[in-house]
């Protein structure tokens, strides 16, 4: 499976993780409706959305994703089940989404990494590591969510955020790297669903820190090209900053992504950025 998916250098990414969002079928497909319209008008921004699994088929593009139409919104999963098929009740597999043509798969996600009931797996980095395998094998990309629960005075939280990138890339290996299919998305789990977003001169940080843990794990060009995203609070008003000041390639937005108008003004102010 030697699908390539164009992504452009210095082009930004804009992915909307809608988890659980929204209730109907109805507002789905008008936020669809909204994010296409605004899509259209960007030039150096990629728009990816990934809604609740039942809701993507409203959400496939009409053109492939090998496409250079403009605007094209490319459609990704919240999750995925490593094993390729067979007797996995509720699971979904890589190769399964690969042929729905999706381009983008989110692992690791702090929400399924979490012990809970329910929809809390408790999905451990080996665990993740083998889904974002997955991912590269069936053709797609993996964005792969990495982050700290909580910031220590003492810089711990380096080490937890370096041992969480390695093991969660354990057996990942170089020639996906080149082949373009990881993104990591650098998302505090104190920063996600709460008031403020980190601020962009501790992105900009952290971004570089990501970067130096792929260039010890790849090699420093080849960590150069894996896009290091950020997520966790971004709304339209704050992600040009986070942009610019954060010198990230992307945004991985939660809430602001099923708001209709913000999600749109979002990509507008992104795309701005130059
Ligand atoms: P919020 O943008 O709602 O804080 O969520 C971030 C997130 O978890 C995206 O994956």
């Known amino acids: 499976m030697t699908k390539k998916f164009s992504r452009k250098i210095g ?26 319209k605004a899509a259209k008008k960007l030039n150096r921004t990629k728009v990816v959305i990934c809604p609740p699994s039942p809701f993507i088929g409203y959400a496939l593009p009409r053109v492939p994703e090998k496409s250079t139409a403009k605007g094209v919104v490319s459609v990704g999963a919240q999750d995925v089940f490593y094993e390729e098929q067979g007797a996995f009740t509720g699971e979904v597999s890589a190769r399964q989404l690969a042929d729905m043509d999706l381009g983008y798969v989110i692992v690791g996600h702090s929400e399924r990494r979490r012990a809970g009931e329910g929809a809390f797996a408790a999905e451990t980095d080996v665990v993740v590591a083998k889904k974002a395998i997955a991912v590269a094998q069936a053709g797609m990309v993996a964005v792969l969510c990495v982050g700290e629960t909580v910031r220590d005075a003492h810089g711990e939280y380096l080490d937890f955020l370096r041992n969480q990138i390695r093991a969660s890339l354990q057996g990942f290996s170089k020639k996906y790297i080149e082949e373009r299919r990881l993104v990591v998305a650098y998302e505090p789990v104190w920063a996600i669903g709460a008031k403020e977003a980190m601020t962009p001169t501790l992105i900009h940080e952290m971004t570089i820190f990501v970067k130096k843990v792929l260039a010890d794990l790849y090699g420093q060009e080849e960590a150069f090209d894996v896009p290091v995203l950020y997520g966790g609070s971004v709304n339209f008003r704050n992600a040009a900053d986070i942009i610019r000041g954060g010198e990230v390639n992307g945004l991985l937005v939660g809430r602001e992504s099923v708001n209709a108008p913000g999600f749109a003004e979002l990509i507008r102010a992104v795309d701005e950025v130059k």
């Not at 507002?27 to 909204?34: G, T």
């Open 11 to 36: 082009q930004k990414i804009v992915i909307g993780n809608w988890k659980m969002n929204p209730l109907t079928v109805a507002e789905a497909k008008r936020i669809i409706v909204s994010v296409k």
